[in-house]
């Protein structure tokens, strides 16, 4: 047990930071407020994202033959921060390199890697994710969306929610019915430019593009475009969600947030001895956070499940990121309801989602409930 | 960064919960209040595991290892000041740690050395029967009252002292680590057995949210202790136990909450390990005094910076 980093954790931290200097525009933050999926994040991502793969910034942790360097998951992991600190210039496209693509990597054909891991690499693909419905979000065995085999392709209807990036995305991760149950249930990497999708934004308080619904009317997909083995996308789904939950490093932004917040009160000395016990307290829990992320990220990177712990970890971000929020509300209101900084807006667009996506808080908890203490569920109530 | 034991922390940590085993189990019977085994802190003193963070490989990380390990056991035992600053400044164990003259200092009636942490300086000296009034209440550590300092009494050098004000709030952290543990762990144990409309009342998401709750903040706790055991830094130090003061708040109380009644009794051996955390709330000026500490090195009052 050891709490350092290596010299080459510490030159790939530094690189990064170089590399963001260097290339982040001086209207960055502002940029960054418009949220993941707005069209300028999503454009500026297609911009940087190569530039980020240029300097082996986008997917070192990634295989050789994918374009990676075999860095560890601790690396890319730093990268993560340095990113998400600054607003995350990837935009949507943290999902491809964080999650999508280790999916694909596990699971996927020889032909889907090529096809695929080639486009992420790339840095110009956005890809959304269809889980959830109108019938079941946190209840994910309860989605209706069908996908009817007939020879080698299957026919898609139903329709998904809350999908962040489908405007703009060009392949949707999709989980649709194939048979009865929980696990009936498989996983399709679908392009969305597919005849009988339609997508329609949602107007939200978490910005542009970020939700959405889409619906699918007999919507042809290959059986060539099916991820994993037919009826076993609940273990696909398990395997993402534990990149998902601890992939974005939230608490980074949200330290960054506080110490924006505190600086601005300490020039109007504002910063009197109760608002200094807040603000310490939001970041001991963002520094707590921090450690269950890392014990996750440590598990990850020795190929563990460790299901719980991401769970836990989810959990532990979702409250320290909603103290910054709160500390912001509390004693910097105006910053909540001005545009005098954007990185606030942004913090707290971030912030009152993370209880929401990757599974709802409470689904964490019984996570760990069930994985952690071994306890049972209620009958007959 | 690596969360797992290296081989030489597995054998030592090995070696040392084969030491505690025979401490693990609550006692039969009730138990007083005071739940401290001079026989564990006898063979402490003779195993040579108070003087860790002098063997080569070792150091505070795996003295705080060692305190939330110890911690985790039903009976007390003054381990974390020895290990972690006595054997650095060479002051004989048990250690006691004051947080000024006048209050009640856990270990003092057991302790051959009392630090005495005061604004603008530390001392140690020997404690005696004088200085050192035996209470009575319902905390499970033995605590005497600290009515002066001691008559050898040293100021110690501004490094020591640092040290000292640094590595007792580590100390605290991962003895509190620990002991939450201990409670979370027995009211786990505890609410899979109890049965209650016809199943355990573990089944029962009221109680199994907030029990998950509690255990994601007993780890955080034992990790920032340790981190800051790790950095022995003195930011670090004041967020960890800051960390712990605050989570132990909620903890103690859903681990009596989710024990009824019974966890009111001597009988039942939770109270052995949250009437030690209630002890530990207000340690060091209690969280208000760990967040103001967190505030000022992260952002210094202008006339200190």
């Known amino acids: 047990m050891e709490f350092g980093w290596t010299p080459q954790e510490n030159a790939v931290r530094i690189k990064a930071r170089e590399f963001l200097a260097a290339n982040l525009p001086a209207d960055w933050q502002a940029t960054a407020a418009l949220s993941p999926g707005s069209q300028a994040v999503t454009d500026f991502s297609r911009e940087i994202c190569p530039k980020l793969h240029e300097a082996g910034l986008l997917l070192s942790h990634w295989p050789e033959e994918y374009g990676g360097v075999n860095a560890s998951a601790w690396e890319h992991f730093i990268i993560g921060e340095q990113l998400w600190e600054v607003g995350e210039p990837r935009g949507p496209q943290y999902y491809n390199v964080n999650w999508i693509g280790p999916t694909i990597l596990e699971y996927g054909t020889a032909g889907q890697k090529n096809y695929h891991l080639g486009r992420i690499r790339e840095g110009n693909v956005i890809w959304c994710q269809g889980f959830s419905e109108p019938s079941g979000g946190s209840d994910l065995a309860g989605i209706r969306t069908r996908a009817v085999r007939d020879g080698d392709r299957y026919v898609v209807n139903g329709s998904k929610i809350w999908t962040s990036y489908a405007r703009l995305a060009e392949f949707c991760i999709l989980v649709a019915r194939t048979g009865e149950g929980k696990r009936g249930v498989s996983v399709f990497l679908l392009p969305m430019n597919r005849p009988g999708i339609t997508v329609r934004p949602i107007a939200s308080v978490v910005g542009d593009g970020d939700l959405h619904e889409v619906f699918f009317d007999d919507v042809e997909v290959l059986a060539g475009e099916r991820l994993g083995p037919e009826d076993a996308g609940w273990e696909v789904i398990r395997y993402s969600l534990n990149f998902e939950r601890v992939g974005i490093p939230r608490y980074a932004l949200a330290l960054k947030t506080l110490d924006r917040a505190v600086m601005q009160l300490q020039a109007a000395s504002a910063f009197g001895p109760v608002a200094r016990q807040a603000a310490a307290d939001a970041y001991a829990s963002c520094e707590g956070a921090r450690m269950m992320a890392y014990e996750a990220v440590d598990q990850r990177s020795k190929s563990r499940p460790g299901s719980g712990i991401a769970s836990m970890a989810r959990y532990a971000i979702v409250l320290a990121e909603r103290k910054v929020a709160d500390f912001v509300l509390d004693w910097a209101p105006h910053l909540f309801s001005s545009d005098a900084d954007p990185m606030v807006a942004t913090h707290h667009k971030r912030a009152i989602a993370a209880g929401l996506a990757a599974g709802a808080a409470e689904i964490q908890l019984n996570i760990v409930a069930r994985d952690m203490l071994g306890l049972g569920v209620a009958r007959g109530l | ?305």
């Open chain 2, 1 to 305: 960064m690596d969360f797992d034991y290296s081989d030489d922390q597995h054998l030592l940590m090995t070696a040392f919960e084969s030491l505690l085993e025979r401490f693990r189990a609550p006692p039969p019977g009730q138990h007083g209040y005071v739940a401290y085994s001079g026989e564990l802190q006898a063979e402490l003193a003779a195993s040579g595991f108070l003087e860790i963070t002098g063997q080569p490989g070792f150091g505070l990380l795996e003295a705080a290892m060692m305190t939330e390990a110890a911690a985790h056991c039903p009976v007390s035992v003054e381990l974390a000041a020895s290990a972690m600053l006595g054997a650095a400044l060479g002051l004989a164990a048990p250690v006691a740690v004051a947080w000024g003259v006048g209050r009640p200092v856990r270990f003092l009636p057991v302790a051959r050395t009392v630090v005495v942490i005061e604004d603008g300086r530390v001392t140690a000296g020997t404690p005696c029967a004088d200085i050192a009034r035996p209470v009575t209440g319902v905390a499970a550590y033995p605590i005497a009252v600290l009515s002066a300092l001691p008559h050898d009494a040293r100021q110690l050098s501004g490094t020591e002292a640092a040290t000292v004000r640094r590595r007792a709030l580590i100390g605290v952290a991962a003895e509190a680590a620990g002991l939450m543990r201990g409670a979370v762990g027995h009211t786990v144990q505890y609410v899979r057995e109890r049965r209650q409309f016809g199943q355990p009342l573990g089944n029962f998401q009221a109680i199994q949210h907030r029990l998950a709750e509690d255990a994601q903040l007993v780890r955080a706790c034992r990790w920032l202790a340790f981190r800051a055991a790790y950095a022995d830094d003195a930011k670090e130090a004041a967020v960890a136990l800051l960390y712990a003061q605050e989570a132990m708040r909620k903890v103690i109380n859903d681990c009596h909450q989710f024990s009824g009644a019974m966890g009111l009794t001597l009988e039942f051996p939770l109270h052995l390990w949250t009437y030690r955390l209630k002890v530990l709330q207000g340690e060091a000026g209690g969280r208000g005094a760990q967040a103001g500490s967190v505030a000022d090195q992260l952002w210094p009052l202008a006339d200190a910076a």
